[in-house]
């Protein structure tokens, strides 16, 4: 195991199921790897018994995470249509529930295959733990944040750092962990949020790059002024209507 420690933020090399016992944070934010093809075009007989598969060891990832996080505080966790089941069994599995599925619409079209629809969108699950909540009730199931084929740091599942950074800002929790670092862009969000931050990856190319990110990010940091998050129409929408509802 290897650790870097940069600004506020802890990283370590290594395995998260060897790592998480040891860590403490406060709010979760990632996108685990799925374990299994997502492709139209594999077996469905091999396809179920790997979602079963999967849906064991987001169990034992999220029971980990329960401890990291103490039992309070709140995971995000990015999905797409087919991971949905089995991360559900998964949280049932732990005694947990799903709070809320956000709608991430990419503003983009990716690839369908030859026969699906061309998605445009993924879901990131909520799950909240005791005495967690957001602070704005008026916040819609539904966020914008514009997507492309290409990837600013080149890993294949980056997802981009407006929409974390949103959730960040919109999350109470002042140190945040990702157990799936990747290229570091929860890290990167972090820093800029003034957040304290928590990154594993066990694949050390990542792990290097998400140094020299949050490196960059530290050293800019004073140049980043925090201005609110950015309200969508439809936000805006809702929050009239609970105001309504009110008077």
């Known amino acids: ?17 060897d790592i998480l016992p040891d860590v403490r944070a406060s709010l979760c934010i990632t996108d685990p790897p799925y374990n299994f093809s997502t492709s139209s075009s594999g077996s469905k007989h091999q396809f179920w018994s790997d979602a079963v598969n999967s849906s064991r060891w987001f ?21 797409n249509w087919k991971t949905f089941i089995p991360f559900q069994k998964a949280v049932w599995d732990c005694g947990l529930k799903i709070d809320s599925l956000m709608v991430w619409d990419k503003m983009w079209i990716g690839p369908g295959g030859d026969v699906g629809l061309r ?9 909240a733990l005791d005495g967690w909540r957001l602070p704005d009730r008026g916040l819609s199931d539904i966020w914008r944040s514009q997507w492309a084929s290409q990837r600013p740091n080149g890993h294949p599942a980056e997802k981009p750092e407006a929409l974390v950074g949103r959730i960040i800002n919109e999350s109470p929790g002042e140190i945040v962990l990702d ?45 980043f002024v925090h201005a609110p998050v950015p309200v969508h129409p439809v936000d805006t929408q809702i929050a009239d209507l609970f105001a309504e509802a009110a008077e």
């Open 59 to 79: 169990r034992d990832a999220l029971a980990l995470l329960k401890v990291s996080l103490r039992h309070q505080g709140a995971i995000w966790q990015f999905l």
């Open 1 to 17: 195991m290897r650790i870097e420690r940069i600004g506020d933020a802890t990283l370590y090399l290594g395995d998260a199921f």
């Open 179 to 223: 157990p799936f670092m990747g290229s570091g862009t929860v890290g990167v969000a972090s820093v800029r949020s003034g957040r304290a931050f928590v990154g594993i990856e066990l694949d050390e190319v990542w792990f290097d790059v998400a140094c020299r990110r949050l490196e960059a990010a530290y050293s800019q940091r004073d140049l």
């Open 119 to 127: 998605p445009s969108y993924e879901l990131v699950g909520l799950v």
